[in-house]
């Protein structure tokens, strides 16, 4: 979150991950564009398609092509259950298709904050069209340090691998 930290994590990460709330903050996007790393450009719970695009804009102008957009929910009036923070916004994911190339990834563990609601929604996200899917996933979920509603399980884990693969297969498709 802090630009000075940047040469550290691109040392020993694989992608960068901007979160969220950092969506916007368009001088840290360019430094970490910088780097050369694959950037997860997370949308922000209040954005349009337009502002997470024009925010993946800041990394791509500095030559840095390695840009994956991730939805992670969006935030509205209400939700579902009290423990809901936001709704995972699929129908962004054909939207976004139709104008960047950019791949997508759904991340239905924070968009639901609910464990029960990750797995429907996990297919939801192969059966719109994400070329990926973000989930957490902990060995022991009620005993996580944070976010203990919304991890599966190892077992849960590897079931719904399988099921994401045949949905994938079923529309002639892969999941990262």
Known sequence: MEEKFIPLV????????????????????????????????????????RDWLGAAEYILVEGNEKVILCERGVSVPHTHR?????????????AAKEVTHLPIVVDPSHATFW????????????????DG?????????????????????????????????DVAKALGRNVL
């Open 82 to 94: 009290s423990t809901s923070r936001f709704l995972l916004d699929l129908q962004v994911v054909p």
């Open 115 to 130: 464990r029960p609601w990750v797995r429907s929604m996990a297919l939801a996200g192969v059966a719109s069209g994400a």
């Open 10 to 49: 691109a040392e020993v990460a694989d992608i960068i991950q901007i979160g969220s709330r950092n969506m916007q903050n368009y001088p840290f996007l360019t430094a970490v564009a910088k780097t050369g790393k694959p950037i997860m450009l997370k949308r922000h719970y209040g954005s349009s398609l």
């Open 133 to 165: 899917i973000m989930l957490e996933v902990h060995p022991d979920p009620p005993n996580a340090a944070v976010d203990p509603l919304q991890p599966i399980d190892f077992k849960e884990f590897e079931k719904l691998c399988k099921s994401m693969d």
